[in-house]
């Protein structure tokens, strides 16, 4: 297996360092970090995206019918790499892109597909609710049809861009008398739509404010609330009452890229160069053997995630069955993250919990905010226990725990 790039992948990432260069300056960067959402950005970090946007670089791997490129999703993972390592999130997971394009009707994709990619519209998450994060099935959100439209009543935690996004990509329970994982639908409509409440919740990461390149870094999530809200039964993605399939199909899919490995790997590159250059207190960390050797064991795993990430995108790629592969990648790589932040904790001892603000903090801080932004990894977007729930059932052919209750009733 050749696990190199193409000369003309190659070409295509010199070609986009060559932009960043000369275009993602201090300034648009300080503008995304100002603004209190993954998706910042203002005046200049528009004007950015517009560039972006011309050169084709934005939806490579979407049919050109529907606003892409019709080119393949190593190139847009090449061009995502380069743009999220500089602090520009262009890629199109977490978007509700792929699930639209997987489940969608024609006329919803040709809606929502374009503007997804130009960045006119973006969705916000609705999944997770008060009584149920890694329980997702429980949830109590409903959606109830009245002819042509649904009354929609409920509350979701944790909306991330509630407040600044134009969509959003709901799941609400449709059939109250259908077996907990039935029953459930997804829908997509504006925020804008009468009864929506949206409400503010602060992080950890919010006082001090966490520095540049953190991980999970952003201060502020939401929580929103749905008082009688009516949507077009147009705005029903996939067939009603099939959304658990929907919804873990989206999640599976939007796992694939550029921006979720990076999320994983990001520590590691950071201790890395630090390590190479600094010191404190006459120490040098990257001279201590048992520190290099903590560093090369991460290292290597870090590799790992990378070749999880390629062999979900060759799947997706060539049209192959994605079944577990996403699953398995979301227990590996945030529990390697986890570690890796846990073992540069014990590097670099106590200078590692000094917040950003602290006159003796290491990278502004980096390190210790990524500590505390770490251990969510294991929980958003669907929890590892449950993903290795699905590795087995799905990868390894482990019969359900549900399954084997009812056999035993039944026997």
Same mark, same amino acid.
């Given at each position: 297996?050749?696990?190199a ?32 959402h ?13 560039k972006i @946007? ?56 040709? +809606? ?23 329980? /997702?099935?429980?949830?109590?959100? =409903? ?23 134009? @969509? ?49 870094? +952003? ?10 809200v ?43 160069n ?20 903590k ?40 529990? +390697?993250?986890?570690?890796t ?10 200078y590692?919990q ?5 006159? @003796?903090?290491?990278?502004?801080? /980096?390190?210790? +905010? ?27 052919? /482990?019969?359900? =725990? ?10």
């Amino acid at each position: 297996m050749d696990f190199a790039y193409t000369p003309e992948q190659e070409a295509l990432r010199r070609d986009v360092r060559r932009f960043i260069k000369d275009n993602v300056t201090a300034d648009v960067v300080d503008e995304i970090e100002r603004m209190d959402h993954p998706q910042g950005g203002g005046p200049l970090v528009d004007a950015l995206f517009k560039k972006i @946007h011309a050169r084709g670089w934005l939806g490579i791997a979407y049919p050109k019918e529907y606003g892409g490129q019709g080119g393949d999703r190593i190139s847009q993972y090449i061009v995502e790499e380069e743009f999220v390592r500089v602090g520009v999130p262009v890629g199109l997971g977490g978007s509700g892109a792929p699930a639209i394009m997987a489940a969608g009707t024609e006329e919803q994709k040709r +809606h929502f597909i374009p503007k997804l990619i130009s960045r006119e519209f973006s969705l916000a998450l609705g999944f997770t609710e008060p009584s149920g994060g890694a329980d /997702l099935a429980s949830l109590r959100c =409903s959606a109830v049809r009245d002819g042509d439209h649904y009354v929609i009543n409920g509350q979701k935690m944790y909306t991330s861009t509630a407040h600044a996004s134009t @969509h959003i990509y709901l799941m609400a329970r449709t059939d109250r008398n259908a077996p907990k994982h039935e029953g459930i639908s997804i829908f997509i409509f504006p925020m804008d739509t009468p009864g929506i409440t949206v409400r503010p919740l602060w992080t950890i990461q919010n006082n001090p404010k966490a520095p540049p390149g953190t991980t999970y870094g +952003h201060g502020r999530t939401n929580e929103t609330f749905f008082d009688d809200v009516r949507v077009h039964k147009s705005c029903l993605l996939g067939e009603e009452n099939k959304g658990w399939r929907v919804g873990s199909m989206g999640l599976n899919l939007d796992r694939v890229g550029a921006s979720r490995y990076l999320i994983s790997v990001r520590r590691d590159e950071d201790i890395v160069n630090w390590v190479k250059t600094e010191s404190f207190d006459g120490f040098s960390p990257g001279n201590d053997p048992a520190i290099r050797d903590k560093i090369a064991e991460m290292w290597i795993e870090a590799n790992v995630c990378r070749l999880m990430t390629m062999r979900s995108m060759s799947i997706v790629e060539h049209g192959g069955k994605f079944t577990y592969e996403g699953s398995a990648e979301k227990v590996w790589a945030p529990e +390697h993250g986890v570690r890796t932040t846990e073992a540069i904790t014990q590097m670099l001892g106590p200078y590692a919990q000094l917040l950003n603000g602290s006159a @003796h903090a290491i990278r502004n801080g /980096l390190f210790a +905010h990524n500590v505390m932004g770490s251990f969510q990894s294991g929980i958003n977007h669907g929890s590892v226990q449950v993903m290795r729930d699905q590795v087995a059932r799905r990868g390894l052919g /482990l019969p359900s =725990s549900r399954g084997s209750k009812k056999a035993t009733k039944a026997e």
